[in-house]
């Protein structure tokens, strides 16, 4: 079976545009979070979501929003891109994404912001 | 809120050396405790984890128990390998009163290996 996918792989953009990055879970999985993982940081968790509904945000500005759609994929879109937000964004998935389920990452998407 | 700490790195081991990360914790729930694996320009792999106090994960020769009274996660293993060069993360995810499983991370602790 796949494991979790992402597009796309690298992505370089300038302050002020928008993005939109895409995850698709592993078959049969109905969760799925984002995490922004700055170089030599931990992940941070973004967004979490289930059955198309937002289950939970972390602490980030309303500059970042998600969606889940009816086969589970999802996207994460940035809008009015900042120096700051170049990262790693990893998209992880799980079968409902409660108690103590793994969640599965994908390869990432490395956003550079110029 | 939640958080995980981690020993600072790099770890730098020669090859058939013990290995040991420290991670504690703290939370507000009863979490679940992860260590992940992130090799070079790669996403991060589960290596082993637990959900209850006293339990012991492991995988590929890597171990780790969950100690409730010290609040740990330390991760052991008796002999490490050159592959097994990487950056680790030791997580937990607790629902702190709400549905939102979130993974919490540590800053990560860079291990190299040399032959």
């Known amino acids: 079976d796949a494991g979790v996918t992402q597009s796309p792989t690298h992505l370089i953009k300038t302050r002020g545009q928008q993005v939109t990055l895409r995850c698709s879970p592993i078959?049969?999985?109905?969760?799925v979070s984002w995490y922004q993982q700055v170089l030599g940081q931990g992940p941070q968790f973004i967004f979490q979501y289930y059955e198309k509904e937002e289950r939970g945000r972390g602490n980030f500005p309303d500059r970042f929003s998600a969606r889940q759609f009816p086969n589970y994929s999802s996207e994460l879109n940035v809008n009015a891109l900042l120096l700051g937000d170049s990262a790693l964004y990893l998209c992880?998935?799980?079968?409902?994404?409660?108690?103590?389920?793994?969640?599965?990452f994908g390869p990432g998407t490395r956003l550079l912001v110029l | 809120g939640d958080s995980v700490t981690q020993m600072e790195g790099p770890v730098t081991l020669s090859e058939e050396a013990f290995l040991t990360i420290n991670c504690t914790y703290t939370a507000t729930g009863y979490p679940s405790l992860f260590w992940y694996v992130q090799y070079p320009g790669e996403g991060l792999q589960l290596l082993l984890k637990?959900?209850?106090?006293?339990d012991k994960g492991s995988n590929k020769g890597f171990e780790a128990t969950y100690r409730k009274e010290t609040t740990s996660f330390h991760l052991e293993k008796g002999s490490v390998q050159v592959s097994d060069s990487a950056v680790y993360f030791c997580?937990?995810?607790?629902?702190?009163?709400?549905?939102?499983?979130?993974?919490?991370f540590g800053k990560g602790t860079l291990l190299t290996v040399n032959p």
């Open positions: 997580a937990l995810s607790d629902p702190s009163g709400g549905s939102n499983y979130k993974l919490t």
């Open positions: 992880a998935s799980s079968l409902r994404g409660g108690a103590g389920e793994t969640q599965y």
């Open positions: 637990a959900t209850k106090a006293d």
């Open positions: 078959s049969g999985h109905k969760s």
